[in-house]
């Protein structure tokens, strides 16, 4: 099914958009600035899943090379992963399909501006565009933008037009200094793919406590932690590590090496964070976490990474 949105006018010169990497973001920010009226003219994919995203969510766009697609672009949307961002730019401007006055986006997190260098010394305008969301790569990830935010890196130069490319994209700008964009992506990967990480895992051992739908058990408990945590940071922990309930964690300990032993490194690693917190902002006594400590410690739980290798 194709997602049909309705045009927003735009009080700025709309570009003949390239999209070279049609992705879960490309396509989906593609989609985006289509909706616009900005003009897609070509996009670059090789997979049949980046064929289908181009189908389903650019329907009529025109498949090409990425020579072809940055020949045929005013703005350039590279969404590559991270560690081939760099050949990109550097192919793509050594064989003349970047050029003068074109502008260049990249929407990467961790990287900022000097990546796109060479696009920069052919005389390109260029920007660092990274939305902090994730993305299924469909179209219910377009109303998803209305309000997120993109961390973006620009020359003063360009910072209008940076500032009207998020806004036709429904979010918010949050600059980010070149030298901090790592630090900014570090950031948000830990918040949320270890989110995802430790949410599987919870799921994993509610199922082998006889939980159905352990889904729907967590969804209302983490809902709540999550928005309590946003507002409240660190005041929101609660459970056994902050009221320092030595024998309820060493219980844990025990039931999840005999059951699911796969959860235990990162449940230990949290746990520890966890007490450092907790001790840190004065809401478990020192003795507590001493006894607390000594349970984590004499756990002795390989990673899979261990149990792989051997």
């Not at 969510?57 to 020579?67: E, H, M, S």
């Not at 070149?178 to 918040?191: F, K, N, Q, S, V």
């Not at 976490?289 to 410690?297: C, E, I, Q, S």
Request: aromatic share 2%; proline share 5%.
């Amino acid at each position: 099914m194709t997602h049909d949105p309705v045009l927003r006018p735009v009080s700025h010169p709309t570009f003949a958009v390239g999209v070279i990497g049609a992705g879960r973001v490309g396509a989906v920010l593609a989609a985006a600035l289509r909706a616009t009226g900005h003009d897609i003219v070509a996009a670059a994919g090789e997979s049949d899943a980046s064929r289908g995203r181009i189908d389903d969510l650019l329907p009529g766009v025109l498949v090409a090379k990425p020579t072809d697609v940055a020949r045929a672009s005013d703005l350039l949307l590279l969404t590559v992963p991270d560690d081939m961002l760099s050949n990109v730019v550097t192919m793509l401007s050594a064989s003349g399909a970047i050029r003068e006055g074109q502008v260049v986006v990249h929407t990467s997190g961790r990287h900022g501006l000097a990546v796109l260098e060479p696009a920069r010394e052919v005389g390109a305008r260029t920007v660092a565009l990274h939305p902090a969301m994730t993305f299924t790569g469909t179209e219910v990830d377009l109303p998803r933008l209305a309000g997120c935010v993109f961390g973006v890196t620009a020359d003063d130069a360009d910072r209008e037009l940076t500032e009207s490319l998020v806004a036709d994209l429904g979010g918010r700008a949050m600059w980010v200094p070149e030298g901090r964009r790592t630090l900014y992506h570090a950031g948000l990967a830990h918040g949320a793919n270890h989110l995802v990480t430790l949410v599987a895992e919870a799921m994993e051992i509610l199922s082998a406590a006889g939980a159905e739908d352990p889904a729907a058990t967590l969804r209302p408990l983490l809902t709540a932690a999550l928005d309590n945590a946003l507002e409240d940071g660190d005041a929101a922990l609660t459970g056994p590590i902050v009221r320092g309930d030595v024998e309820t964690v060493r219980a844990h300990v025990a039931d999840l090496e005999a059951t699911a032993p796969q959860t235990l490194p990162s449940y230990l690693a949290m746990a520890r964070a966890t007490l450092s917190r907790a001790v840190t902002d004065g809401r478990l006594l020192p003795i507590r976490a001493t006894k607390m400590l000594g349970v984590l410690d004499a756990a002795t739980a390989p990673t899979s990474l261990d149990r792989h290798a051997r």
